[in-house]
């Protein structure tokens, strides 16, 4: 088990307001979340007050990430990945350009995700669960899940990560966490579909309890 990090850099390029998202008139907090929790329309490409205000695949945008992944995994043509909470499919299908011959498959809750993905991968993504996946022991040379299974409850959690640690070699999750208050504050007011409010000693626990082997790393709500 490794800290690794291949998403920080990508996620303090966007910029946020949290007090605005906390305090928006025609989407407030409760409302957010309930409409966010149906993985639907509204998560994906309604109003920026719920959650993405339009996830769009952007040229290059997850490119550095992908090819760090690749390199540090030894991935090659041939090479099975799965990941977990793939929503639209960026990630893979960047991996997938970075590497052609990349076996890639992607699983999400979201059906909307999935009938909305990257078209050059829409076939290699399924509905699925991160709790129960459907493969065999080691069926895969990578299985990742980023900013996902803190969406999970607790009680679903260790579930998850046996499920990934069971049908992978190598493994990395990617979680939202805090080290601070005012960075407990900011994830309160920013996010809308996060269940796992962990601090970092706290993941480990549960990487512990769940005898996860895999690497991981987290993103925190700076100011």
């Known amino acids: 088990m490794a800290y690794i990090d291949f998403l920080s850099s990508l996620h303090k390029s966007t910029k946020r307001d949290y007090l ?11 409302k957010a979340a309930k409409l966010a929790k149906k993985w639907g329309y509204d ?21 550095s990430a992908a090819k760090a992944i690749i390199e540090h995994y030894k991935l090659k043509a041939g090479s099975r990945v799965l990941d977990i909470g793939c929503g639209k499919g960026f990630q893979l299908y960047e991996l997938q350009k970075a590497c052609p011959g990349l076996e890639i498959y992607g699983i999400d809750i979201s059906e909307y995700a999935i009938k909305n993905a990257k078209p050059e991968i829409a076939n ?22 980023l900013t996902t299974l803190h969406n999970l409850h607790n009680f679903e959690l260790a579930k ?22 005012e960075e407990k504050a ?18 480990q626990w549960w990487f512990d309890y769940s005898k996860y082997t895999g690497d991981y790393s987290f993103i925190y709500f700076e100011s």
């Open 160 to 181: 998850a990560l046996t499920e990934i640690e069971r049908i992978a070699r190598n493994k990395y999750i990617c979680v939202e966490s805090y080290r601070n208050e």
């Open 20 to 30: 605005a998202r906390v305090n928006n008139f025609d989407f407030p907090k409760a």
């Open 43 to 63: 998560y994906w490409d309604g109003d920026r007050g719920v959650c993405y205000g339009g996830y769009k695949y952007i040229e290059g945008r997850w490119s």
């Open 124 to 145: 290699k993504l399924v509905i699925g669960n991160a709790t129960k996946l459907d493969w065999e022991d080691g069926y895969f040379d990578l299985a990742y899940s």
């Open 186 to 203: 900011n994830l309160l007011y920013w996010q809308v579909t996060c269940e796992m409010f962990c601090t970092p000693e706290e993941w």
